[in-house]
């Protein structure tokens, strides 16, 4: 105090300066103030300095730094089972791992394993790009730590787009996939895939000799992967090889997602003369596979992949958006609908300074493989628009189902959904919850097919990123929307006529009905081998067949549309995230489902539990199938990562159960010494509900659908052997395989 009083004074009898004496005398009063209080006031004067945002970005940058720093010396410096003790102290003592248990056990190894990635789980590595992509020769674009996404995003599309005319590589590009087990074993840093599966095989003796991963390019068609890489060859090859080094033991196939769908087309391949398939023969599955373990497979397609090639809106395509968004990595567990709604302008306006959602569109439109995912069977399998399998479903937490709680769970379940509104889960489209909600009779549906695109549209300056909708004009946007309401089977009308050029790549690749007679030679043809529908399980009935995926998981169905305001550079559709109802299983314009999050459990389970299940006309030889389902149990804490005991798509590759489950079938073992089916969905219930033709057509068959012509048309209508059969006679020329096709040559 007596400083501050003595500058008080000083102030205050303070001479001018205009007054020279008065000069002197201050200097002399600063000589007599002690170093101590010229320092006091120096301090003080530092403390009035305004903080910079210069200091705020150094310090930031120093606390990232420390804190790095600190983590990365606790990692290395804390043992290794330091987590497990934590989770242990937590949650009481932690089970072996599968392949420890098993091990212990006795099991080792018996059958050599081919493991099939999904959909953009394999990396995919450059080999020859444009200027742009100058040091990445060999450096992976797809997979890993996805830098290039980041340091040249533009660039990153340009060599990730296929040509949009042939749907293989574009001129001065290539792009191609990485061999081996680290293909597919980590997605990204931290994020695994088949990793925990093929360490759990090591465990009990298996090595790169006794187990391999099909690495292929999954953004081409599947009969492309053979004419560009001649994967199918090497497939072939390689599992020949592994059998013979491996004492003619037989191997053990495990696809996962749409690996599933590859591998269907690889079997109907590899038997099939020279030079569309491999000419290994009709015996050629029956000597070499003992067993195909299905994960997660879609085999009739799923409702979501219509949402990704329609709007860019699905949960794969969030992969790649929420990477090119700079938000983080979330592979199929968040939806890039969720991100369009809560943030347009940040989609919108990103790091292409263009729009985000565009480039990937874009982009992903050039992948031919993402049509193998559309919903098969039509309005058969995934219902019209007042009927589904689905009718009655109700989310709720089931427990394992044994013999004495099996009917009182069915029975409290039938109780709540009786109490529940009917929903429309065949209407997989609709624009507008009250056209979600409305009976048929109610909606006025204006046919879109033929209607004249316009040329009046918005976003003229955007070519070089739009899609194909600046081709549709205000006018075929609009007629798209007074449809109203879309099924399975108008769903493929709907996006030939907003992707013209996408679907006509993917009708020469893949088609989407039901078989009326497998004999037709038509068939034989590769566009229907990944089609379970209109295809044929091999001539092996030794051979057995899983259809193992999660449940309990709220999975895409159906979608509430709307129209997008219009906008340069804009996607005139949207779901309408603002569509949720209490009473249905609506949320975020999103009707859900029972499945692993990404499959219904209608396309994972239905042909194994009927189309496939005894001697049918899909299963001529009567190979056995086997369901087995994983109740999705989330994790209990963080520190078990993301769950040992989870049904959810990507991540039921770490499910212990499942693991095990694999391993004893590699071991040895079959589907009766596992217990056969493992049900905990209404997938049977299902399955009744769908009115799909089994046996084959014997001849007396054959003749009464060529006197199909003198039946009443009423006949016609309720008869379905005459009613695929009118549908040929009467379209003939269609050849895309939706409607009719052509006709068979005992109607000839």
């Known amino acids: 105090m007596s400083l501050i009083r003595r500058r008080k004074q000083n102030e205050t009898s303070r001479p001018t300066r205009s007054d020279p004496s008065s000069i002197d005398k201050e200097d002399d009063n600063k000589k007599k103030i002690p170093a101590k209080d010229q320092n006091a006031e120096e301090i003080a004067l530092k403390k009035l300095r305004k903080w910079s945002c210069i200091d705020s970005c150094c310090w930031l940058i120093g606390s990232i730094c420390v804190t790095w720093w600190f983590l990365l010396f606790l990692y290395n410096a804390i043992p290794a089972s330091f987590n497990q003790y934590v989770t242990e102290a937590i949650t009481g003592p932690v089970p072996d791992p599968p392949g420890v248990k098993l091990k212990k056990e006795g099991l080792t190894v018996k059958h050599p394993v081919v493991f099939v990635p999904g959909i953009v789980t ?303 889960f065949g209407r997989i489209i609709s624009f507008g919850k009250d056209i979600a909600e409305a009976p048929s009779s109610q909606i006025d549906m204006i046919d879109f097919r033929g209607a004249v695109k316009g040329n009046s549209v918005a976003n003229n300056t955007c070519r070089d990123v739009w899609t194909e909708y600046h081709e549709m004009g205000y006018e075929g946007i609009k007629a798209v ?141 009567g190979i056995r199938t086997y369901l087995r389902e994983y109740e999705h149990s989330p994790p209990a804490n963080l520190l078990e990562g993301r769950g040992t005991q989870s049904g959810a798509h990507v991540d039921i590759m770490g499910n212990f159960q499942l693991i095990e489950d694999i391993i004893r079938v590699a071991a040895g073992a079959r589907g009766e010494d596992l217990g056969g089916d493992q049900v905990h969905s209404d997938i049977f219930k299902m399955s009744e509900k769908i009115n799909l033709q089994l046996a084959a057509l014997e001849l007396k068959d054959k003749i009464d659908l060529v006197e199909m012509a003198f039946c009443p048309p009423v006949h016609i209508r309720s008869c379905q052997i005459c009613w695929h059969a009118w549908r040929h006679a009467r379209f003939p020329t269609n050849v895309d395989g939706r409607i009719g096709g052509q006709m068979p040559d005992f109607m000839v």
């Not at 347009?344 to 569109?361: A, E, K, S, Y």
């Not at 050039?366 to 479903?393: F, R």
């Not at 996006?495 to 088609?511: C, D, E, I, N, T």
């Open 122 to 424: 394999g990396g995919l590595e450059l080999w020859e790009g444009h200027q742009c992509a100058e040091g990445l020769f060999r450096k992976r674009l797809w997979g890993g730590t996805f830098g290039e996404v980041y340091k040249r995003p533009l660039c990153w599309v340009e060599h990730m787009s296929l040509d949009n005319e042939t749907g293989l590589d574009p001129s001065g590009i290539r792009v191609r996939p990485v061999s081996g087990l680290v293909a597919a074993d980590y997605f990204a840093p931290g994020y695994f895939v088949w990793a925990v599966l093929i360490a759990n095989l090591a465990r009990i003796g298996y090595e790169e000799k006794t187990m391999s991963m099909a690495a292929y390019d999954w953004r081409i068609s599947f009969q492309n992967t053979e004419v560009r890489d001649q994967t199918l060859s090497r497939i072939k090859s390689n599992i020949e090889l592994m059998v013979a080094t491996n004492g003619g033991n037989k191997a053990v196939i495990i696809p996962h997602s749409m690996g599933v769908l590859y591998f269907l087309h690889f079997m109907k391949w590899v038997e099939a003369p020279a030079p569309m398939g491999g000419g290994g023969g009709p015996d050629w599955c029956a000597k070499h596979i003992k067993t195909v373990m299905n994960i997660g497979g879609p085999f009739l397609g799923v409702p979501k992949a219509v949402g990704g090639l329609f709007s860019a809106e699905a949960k794969d395509i969030a992969v790649i958006s929420v990477r090119l968004s700079e938000v983080r990595l979330c592979s199929y567990a968040s939806s890039s609908y969720k991100y369009r709604a809560t943030a347009p302008g940040f989609l919108d306006n990103d790091i292409f300074r263009l729009q985000t959602l565009q480039h990937v569109m874009r982009m992903t439109r050039t992948w031919d493989s993402t049509m193998s995912m559309l919903p098969k069977g039509g309005d058969t399998i995934w219902g019209g628009l007042d009927w589904s399998p689905e009718e009655g479903y109700t989310p709720s937490k089931r427990k394992q189902r044994n013999n004495d709680t099996q009917i009182a769970n069915e029975d409290e379940s039938e109780v709540v959904a009786s109490q529940r509104k009917h929903v429309n």
């Open 481 to 621: 929307a007074e449809y109203k309401a879309y099924t399975a089977e108008s769903i493929l009308d709907l996006l030939h006529f907003v992707a013209p050029k996408l679907m006509a790549r993917g009708s020469a690749h893949f088609s989407y009905g039901i078989a009326d007679n497998l004999d037709d030679p038509k068939y034989r043809h590769y566009k229907y081998w990944s089609n379970p529908l209109e295809t044929t399980l091999p001539n092996a009935p030794d051979m057995e067949i899983f259809s193992m995926y999660g449940v309990g998981i709220p999975t895409e169905r159906a979608y509430v549309y709307k129209l997008t305001p219009s906008a340069d550079c804009y996607i005139p559709f949207q779901i309408d995230t603002s569509a949720d109802d209490d009473d249905t299983p609506l949320k975020d314009g999103v009707y859900a489902v029972d499945g692993d999050e990404t499959v219904p459990v209608l396309s994972a389970g239905f042909m194994c539990a009927k189309g496939w299940r005894g001697k049918t006309r899909f299963n001529p030889s």
